[in-house]
């Protein structure tokens, strides 16, 4: 019964990590890109007002 229960709780357990991992994966990928393209953006402007 109790071993049951723990394997069930572990399975649990894991799945949530799972889960989180993957979700997390995809909000630094999202992130990464959001940051990328705000540097091009910073990049094009210094080239559009360089005075030389």
Do not use: H, W
Not at 11 to 21: D, H, K, N, S, V
Not at 27 to 45: F, H, L, P, R, S
């Amino acid at each position: 019964m109790i071993k049951k229960i723990f394997t069930s709780l572990l399975a649990a357990l894991f799945m949530a990590g799972l889960f989180g991992a993957v979700a997390g994966c995809n909000t630094v990928e999202g992130a990464g890109k959001d940051i990328q393209a705000g540097g091009a953006a910073i990049k094009n402007e210094a080239s559009e007002n360089k005075r030389y």
